[in-house]
């Protein structure tokens, strides 16, 4: 069992930036997919980030195309946090944003996801 608890949304001004970080309890924190979905009103959750182990030495990092370039995933082993690092932020990129666990292969597809946080809301003003 993965516990996955957010933090660091809030109300920024577009064109800003914001760290969403996302503590995960559990041992095998390492060999878990992380990512970070997100929800606006009126509208369908969508993929935003993932990170997975390559096999190798490093962990490989997707994007959705509306953030790439803007957005960057990250993890720290250590301390079981996975972090969203957004910039240039986008009245469009409002949203309740939720970090995710996965074991097993690689998906963007939320359903296919194993665990989730609570989430927490990024608010872009114009």
């Known amino acids: 069992q993965v516990q996955l608890v957010e933090s660091g949304g809030g109300l920024v001004q577009a064109g800003g930036s914001l760290r969403l970080s996302c503590a995960a309890s559990g041992r095998t924190f390492s060999s878990y997919a992380m990512g970070w979905f997100r929800q606006a009103p009126g509208k369908e959750r969508e993929f935003v980030a993932g990170?997975?182990?390559?096999?190798?030495?490093?962990?490989?990092?997707y994007y959705a195309d509306s953030v790439k370039g803007r957005f960057t995933i990250s993890r720290d082993n250590a301390k079981n946090t996975v972090y969203l690092q957004m910039n240039s932020l986008k009245p469009e990129d409002t949203a309740v944003y939720y970090c995710?666990?996965?074991?097993?292969?690689?998906?963007?597809?939320?359903?296919?996801?194993?665990?989730w946080g609570q989430g927490t809301q990024v608010t872009v003003s114009s």
């Open positions: 990170t997975r182990w390559s096999g190798a030495s490093t962990y490989f990092a």
């Open positions: 995710t666990a996965r074991s097993g292969g690689w998906s963007t597809i939320g359903d296919e996801w194993n665990y």
